[in-house]
Protein backbone atom coordinates (compact mmCIF):
# COMPACT_ATOMS: atom_id res chain seq x y z
CA UNK A 1 0.00 0.00 0.00
CA UNK A 2 1.19 3.45 -0.77
CA UNK A 3 -0.12 6.83 0.10
CA UNK A 4 -3.54 7.48 -0.03
CA UNK A 5 -3.85 9.95 -2.57
CA UNK A 6 -6.33 12.34 -0.42
CA UNK A 7 -7.46 12.80 2.84
CA UNK A 8 -11.56 13.16 4.17
CA UNK A 9 -11.89 16.52 5.83
CA UNK A 10 -14.93 17.41 7.61
CA UNK A 11 -17.25 20.06 5.35
CA UNK A 12 -17.59 22.00 8.90
CA UNK A 13 -13.75 23.02 9.04
CA UNK A 14 -12.69 26.59 8.62
CA UNK A 15 -11.97 26.94 4.95
CA UNK A 16 -8.38 28.35 5.72
CA UNK A 17 -7.60 25.51 7.76
CA UNK A 18 -8.57 23.24 4.89
CA UNK A 19 -6.58 24.66 2.46
CA UNK A 20 -3.59 25.25 4.77
CA UNK A 21 -4.19 20.95 5.23
CA UNK A 22 -4.26 20.74 1.54
CA UNK A 23 -1.38 22.18 1.35
CA UNK A 24 0.57 20.34 3.78
CA UNK A 25 -0.72 17.15 2.60
CA UNK A 26 0.70 17.60 -1.31
CA UNK A 27 3.78 18.69 0.35
CA UNK A 28 3.99 15.79 2.98
CA UNK A 29 3.65 13.24 -0.04
CA UNK A 30 6.02 14.75 -2.60
CA UNK A 31 8.44 14.71 0.23
CA UNK A 32 7.28 10.96 1.00
CA UNK A 33 8.26 10.20 -2.25
CA UNK A 34 11.29 11.63 -2.57
CA UNK A 35 12.54 9.93 -0.10
CA UNK A 36 12.93 12.76 2.66
CA UNK A 37 10.80 11.25 5.26
CA UNK A 38 11.33 13.19 8.30
CA UNK A 39 9.75 16.33 6.25
CA UNK A 40 6.91 14.27 5.14
CA UNK A 41 6.06 13.22 8.81
CA UNK A 42 6.73 16.52 9.77
CA UNK A 43 4.40 17.91 7.40
CA UNK A 44 1.60 15.24 7.59
CA UNK A 45 1.19 15.42 10.99
CA UNK A 46 0.83 19.23 11.04
CA UNK A 47 -1.73 18.64 8.57
CA UNK A 48 -3.12 15.63 10.86
CA UNK A 49 -3.24 18.77 13.53
CA UNK A 50 -5.30 20.93 11.54
CA UNK A 51 -7.81 18.79 10.15
CA UNK A 52 -7.57 15.17 11.68
CA UNK A 53 -8.60 12.13 9.60
CA UNK A 54 -8.02 8.40 9.61
CA UNK A 55 -6.64 8.67 5.87
CA UNK A 56 -3.99 10.55 7.25
CA UNK A 57 -2.94 8.49 10.20
CA UNK A 58 -2.80 5.91 7.51
CA UNK A 59 -0.31 7.95 5.45
CA UNK A 60 1.64 8.98 9.10
CA UNK A 61 2.02 5.58 9.86
CA UNK A 62 3.68 4.05 6.36
CA UNK A 63 5.86 6.85 6.75
CA UNK A 64 7.34 5.67 10.05
CA UNK A 65 7.00 2.60 8.73
CA UNK A 66 9.32 2.85 6.07
CA UNK A 67 11.58 4.75 9.10
CA UNK A 68 11.61 1.89 11.35
CA UNK A 69 9.80 4.04 13.74
CA UNK A 70 7.90 0.90 15.14
CA UNK A 71 5.90 2.55 18.01
CA UNK A 72 4.68 5.26 15.71
CA UNK A 73 4.03 3.32 12.91
CA UNK A 74 1.92 1.25 15.43
CA UNK A 75 -0.15 3.34 16.90
CA UNK A 76 -1.22 5.72 13.17
CA UNK A 77 -2.18 2.56 11.86
CA UNK A 78 -4.02 1.55 14.84
CA UNK A 79 -6.04 4.74 14.77
CA UNK A 80 -6.58 4.25 10.82
CA UNK A 81 -8.22 0.77 11.78
CA UNK A 82 -10.13 2.32 14.54
CA UNK A 83 -11.82 5.70 12.84
CA UNK A 84 -11.38 4.34 9.44
CA UNK A 85 -13.40 2.14 7.35
CA UNK A 86 -10.98 -0.41 6.46
CA UNK A 87 -11.91 -3.46 3.77
CA UNK A 88 -11.43 -6.76 5.35
CA UNK A 89 -8.39 -6.74 2.69
CA UNK A 90 -6.97 -3.35 4.09
CA UNK A 91 -7.33 -4.84 7.57
CA UNK A 92 -5.53 -8.13 7.43
CA UNK A 93 -2.41 -5.92 5.33
CA UNK A 94 -2.30 -3.72 8.44
CA UNK A 95 -2.50 -6.45 10.77
CA UNK A 96 0.33 -7.89 9.16
CA UNK A 97 2.23 -4.58 9.25
CA UNK A 98 1.52 -4.35 13.07
CA UNK A 99 2.78 -7.76 13.16
CA UNK A 100 6.19 -7.21 11.16
CA UNK A 101 6.71 -3.81 13.11
CA UNK A 102 6.25 -5.60 16.18
CA UNK A 103 8.90 -8.13 15.84
CA UNK A 104 11.07 -4.86 14.39
CA UNK A 105 10.20 -3.53 17.73
CA UNK A 106 11.93 -6.40 19.77
CA UNK A 107 14.92 -6.68 17.16
CA UNK A 108 15.97 -3.40 17.58
CA UNK A 109 15.79 -4.01 21.28
CA UNK A 110 17.72 -6.82 21.51
CA UNK A 111 20.29 -6.02 18.44
CA UNK A 112 19.72 -9.75 17.00
CA UNK A 113 17.09 -11.43 16.48
CA UNK A 114 16.68 -13.90 18.93
CA UNK A 115 13.61 -16.04 17.87
CA UNK A 116 14.49 -18.91 15.45
CA UNK A 117 12.87 -18.84 11.98
CA UNK A 118 9.54 -19.82 12.18
CA UNK A 119 9.65 -22.55 9.04
CA UNK A 120 10.13 -25.58 8.04
CA UNK A 121 13.69 -24.93 5.80
CA UNK A 122 15.60 -24.72 9.23
CA UNK A 123 16.60 -28.19 10.10
CA UNK A 124 17.65 -29.00 13.55
CA UNK A 125 21.48 -28.70 13.12
CA UNK A 126 20.96 -25.09 12.08
CA UNK A 127 18.42 -24.32 15.13
CA UNK A 128 21.02 -25.78 17.31
CA UNK A 129 23.63 -23.38 15.96
CA UNK A 130 21.52 -20.43 15.72
CA UNK A 131 20.56 -20.49 19.31
CA UNK A 132 24.01 -21.21 20.81
CA UNK A 133 24.99 -17.91 18.71
CA UNK A 134 22.04 -15.95 20.52
CA UNK A 135 23.28 -17.20 23.55
CA UNK A 136 27.54 -16.53 22.68
CA UNK A 137 25.81 -12.69 21.79
CA UNK A 138 23.97 -11.99 24.67
CA UNK A 139 26.85 -12.87 26.73
CA UNK A 140 28.74 -10.50 24.41
CA UNK A 141 31.42 -13.34 23.23
CA UNK A 142 31.03 -12.20 19.10
CA UNK A 143 33.61 -14.19 17.69
CA UNK A 144 31.65 -17.20 19.47
CA UNK A 145 28.41 -15.78 18.15
CA UNK A 146 29.65 -15.40 14.64
CA UNK A 147 31.44 -18.47 14.66
CA UNK A 148 27.83 -20.11 15.55
CA UNK A 149 25.66 -18.09 13.53
CA UNK A 150 28.20 -19.03 10.70
CA UNK A 151 27.21 -22.74 11.35
CA UNK A 152 23.66 -22.09 11.02
CA UNK A 153 24.06 -20.46 7.89
CA UNK A 154 25.86 -23.25 6.15
CA UNK A 155 22.70 -25.74 7.16
CA UNK A 156 19.87 -22.91 6.28
CA UNK A 157 20.79 -19.22 4.64
CA UNK A 158 17.10 -17.91 5.95
CA UNK A 159 16.44 -14.17 7.03
CA UNK A 160 16.94 -14.50 10.49
CA UNK A 161 20.34 -16.12 10.02
CA UNK A 162 21.86 -13.53 8.01
CA UNK A 163 20.94 -10.40 9.79
CA UNK A 164 22.59 -12.13 12.69
CA UNK A 165 25.11 -12.71 10.69
CA UNK A 166 25.60 -8.91 9.95
CA UNK A 167 25.25 -7.92 13.30
CA UNK A 168 28.10 -10.41 14.86
CA UNK A 169 30.01 -9.59 11.93
CA UNK A 170 29.94 -5.95 12.92
CA UNK A 171 30.94 -6.56 16.25
CA UNK A 172 33.69 -8.67 15.29
CA UNK A 173 35.04 -5.58 13.14
CA UNK A 174 34.29 -7.81 9.71
CA UNK A 175 33.18 -4.49 8.38
CA UNK A 176 32.54 -5.30 4.78
CA UNK A 177 31.09 -9.23 5.67
CA UNK A 178 28.53 -7.11 8.08
CA UNK A 179 27.56 -4.88 4.78
CA UNK A 180 27.50 -7.69 2.30
CA UNK A 181 25.10 -9.55 4.83
CA UNK A 182 23.09 -6.66 5.52
CA UNK A 183 22.75 -6.44 2.04
CA UNK A 184 21.92 -10.34 1.40
CA UNK A 185 19.30 -9.51 4.07
CA UNK A 186 17.76 -6.96 2.07
CA UNK A 187 17.35 -8.94 -0.73
CA UNK A 188 15.82 -11.47 0.91
CA UNK A 189 13.51 -10.04 2.57
CA UNK A 190 12.67 -6.95 1.06
CA UNK A 191 9.84 -5.81 2.68
CA UNK A 192 11.12 -5.35 6.36
CA UNK A 193 9.62 -2.54 7.66
CA UNK A 194 13.27 -1.70 9.03
CA UNK A 195 14.36 -1.38 5.41
CA UNK A 196 15.23 2.27 5.50
CA UNK A 197 17.29 1.99 8.74
CA UNK A 198 18.73 -0.91 7.11
CA UNK A 199 20.12 1.07 4.37
CA UNK A 200 21.27 4.06 6.10
CA UNK A 201 23.16 1.79 8.58
CA UNK A 202 25.00 0.24 5.59
CA UNK A 203 25.85 3.63 4.56
CA UNK A 204 27.24 4.69 7.40
CA UNK A 205 29.73 1.24 7.29
CA UNK A 206 30.52 2.04 4.09
CA UNK A 207 31.97 5.53 5.42
CA UNK A 208 33.70 4.08 8.06
Avoid at 81 to 87: E, S
Avoid at 111 to 135: C, H, K, N, W, Y
Avoid at 182 to 207: F, N, S
Amino acid sequence: MALLVSAHVSAQTDAGVVSRAQTLFTQGVAAYDAGRLDEAARLLGEADRLTPSPELAFNIGRVYERMGDSAQAIRYFQRYLHDGHPTDAERADIDTRITALRALATRQHDQIMTAPPSTDDMTAEARTFFLRGVAMFRRHRYDAALAAFTAAYRFAALPEVIYNLAVASERTDHTQDAIDYYREYLRVRPTDPGRATIEHHIEELRGH
